[in-house]
């Protein structure tokens, strides 16, 4: 079963408007973060925001909040105020995993949306 | 001050070829890891080494090795390189717990021809 899915391979928003990615996640570790990460088409990723699965409110980061829903397991990134410089591809990112003596922990990535903004 | 760097950005070799690529980070991150992202912009874990020790180990062609001298480097040897290795290579490290996910080097496009 895939961990990440991401059922948008791309999407369209109007400069200004507001745009919802989806995610939906699967895991049965009770203890898990969620992330979305950016990459523009430079290529590089950068990390946007993160969720916990024990945080009791939805995460925000400037423009970028994540609608964390667990009972229906879903992390959707939602950006506001849309920019030109938003457009890129967008991947929703799960870590799960315990820490043992050795330490691990691993992150799994979906398979992106890629966002156009529209002047 | 780059926090994760990898050399080369981009690397055109012949099949059959040997290569390494090289990544450090500067942010004194416990763990580190590669990472292959393919021409459809898929990305999957290949290694992860946590304090020097190799941790995750996918399922990945033994002509690929990691080796970590220190805790701030980790670098991939790939052997015998065929067309289906080509694609970007993602070294990232973090804090063994993190809440910011990872931090990312700008990638290394690898093309065999």
């Known amino acids: 079963a895939q961990k990440i899915t991401q059922t948008q391979p791309g999407m369209f928003v109007q400069e200004k408007e507001a745009v919802t990615l989806d995610c939906t996640y699967d895991?049965?570790?009770?203890?898990?973060?969620l992330f979305w990460y950016k990459q523009p088409s430079s290529g590089e990723m950068i990390f946007l925001i993160y969720?916990?699965?024990?945080?009791?409110q939805n995460a925000t980061e400037g423009r970028y909040s994540l609608n964390f829903q667990k009972a229906r397991k879903s992390a959707n990134l939602v950006i506001s105020a849309s920019q030109l410089g938003d457009s890129a591809m967008y991947f929703c990112?799960?870590?799960?995993?315990?820490?043992?003596?050795?330490?691990?922990?691993?992150?799994?990535f979906g398979i992106g949306t890629k966002l156009q903004v529209i002047p | 001050d780059t926090a994760v760097s990898q050399t080369p950005k981009y690397l055109v070799t012949q099949m059959g070829n040997d290569k390494s690529i090289k990544c450090e980070q500067n942010?004194?991150?416990?763990?580190m890891y590669w990472y292959k992202q393919d021409s459809k912009k898929f990305l999957k874990i290949m290694f992860s080494?946590?304090?020097?020790?190799?941790?995750i180990n996918e399922t990945v062609p033994n002509r690929f090795s990691p080796k970590s001298p220190d805790k701030a480097h980790l670098n991939l040897h790939i052997n015998s390189l065929e067309l289906g290795d080509s694609a970007v290579y993602f070294c990232?490290?973090?804090?063994?717990?993190?809440?910011?996910?990872?931090?990312f080097g700008s990638g290394t496009r690898l093309t065999v021809v």
């Open positions: 990232a490290s973090s804090q063994v717990v993190t809440d910011y996910g990872y931090t």
């Open positions: 895991t049965s570790d009770p203890s898990y973060g």
């Open positions: 969720q916990g699965s024990y945080d009791q």
């Open positions: 990112a799960m870590r799960e995993g315990i820490w043992n003596s050795g330490g691990y922990q691993k992150v799994t």
């Open positions: 942010l004194g991150h416990d763990t």
């Open positions: 080494y946590n304090n020097k020790e190799l941790i």
